[in-house]
T-cell receptor, first 112, second 115 residues
Framework: DAGVIQSPRHEVTEMGQEVTLRCKPI?????LFWYRQTMMRGLELLIY????????DSGMPEDRFSAKMPNASFSTLKIQPSEPRDSAVYFC??????????FGEGSRLTVL | DQQVKQNSPSLSVQEGRISILNCDYT??????FLWYKKYPAEGPTFLIS?????DKNEDGRFTVFLNKSAKHLSLHIVPSQPGDSAVYFC??????????????FGKGTKLSVKP
């Protein structure tokens, strides 16, 4: 298996633009997580899905952030409109019911 | 409020010596603890874990110790190698209903092992 695949690896955009980050979890994993990593706050859980259903989005910072999982093999994290303070590395991760958490390589977002 | 704390942002150790990374947690309901290792431009990867029914788990050069009464765990790396230089994240979760709960991560400790 190729592991968790994220795209884009790097995104530079201007304040106010819409940003869409994508994730393909490991096949067979029924949990998908979106994390954000910053120097100040470390790895924060934003939202997670179980069997494509959002279970807990309490970590989503604001209404500007939204996430979807239309099927078992694809998820998106959208920021609209983006702000400079959203600059961070966004990680997608997946796991099975009792398995380890596997992370993607991350999407580094820079909002100017 | 941080439930998992790694109070040392960085640690520098000489090759061949022991590296000790520390982690404290506040939620007494946590019963499963993990360490993840992260290299630059890569995602974190699982390193070692420990259940609350144990106080020690060993895997090669890596040993994790758990002190439940102190709500403290530590990762020992012996001997340290330059390739161990990375950011180490401590994480904690609960198991309930046979399913692992969400992982709560600390902020990480950057380990530098000098040749």
């Amino acid at each position: 298996d190729a592991g968790v695949i994220q795209s884009p690896r790097h995104e530079v955009t201007e304040m106010g633009q819409e940003v869409t980050l994508r994730c393909k979890p490991i096949s067979g994993h029924d949990y998908l997580f979106w994390y954000r990593q910053t120097m100040m706050r470390g790895l924060e859980l934003l939202i997670y899905f179980n069997n494509n259903v959002p279970i807990d989005d309490s970590g989503m910072p604001e209404d500007r952030f939204s996430a979807k999982m239309p099927n078992a093999s694809f998820s998106t994290l959208k920021i609209q409109p983006s702000e400079p303070r959203d600059s961070a590395v966004y990680f997608c991760a997946s796991r099975s019911v009792a398995g380890e958490l596997f992370f993607g390589e991350g999407s580094r977002l820079t909002v100017l | 409020d941080q439930q998992v704390k790694q109070n040392s942002p960085s640690l520098s150790v000489q090759e061949g010596r022991i590296s000790i990374l520390n982690c404290d947690y506040t939620n007494s309901m946590f019963d499963y603890f993990l360490w993840y290792k992260k290299y630059p431009a890569e995602g974190p990867t699982f390193l070692i874990s420990i259940s609350s029914i144990k106080d020690k788990n060993e895997d090669g050069r890596f040993t994790v110790f758990l002190n439940k009464s102190a709500k403290h765990l530590s990762l020992h790396i012996v001997p340290s190698q330059p390739g161990d230089s990375a950011v180490y994240f401590c994480a904690a979760s609960r198991y309930y209903g046979g399913s692992q709960g969400n992982l709560i991560f600390g902020k990480g400790t950057k380990l530098s092992v000098k040749p």
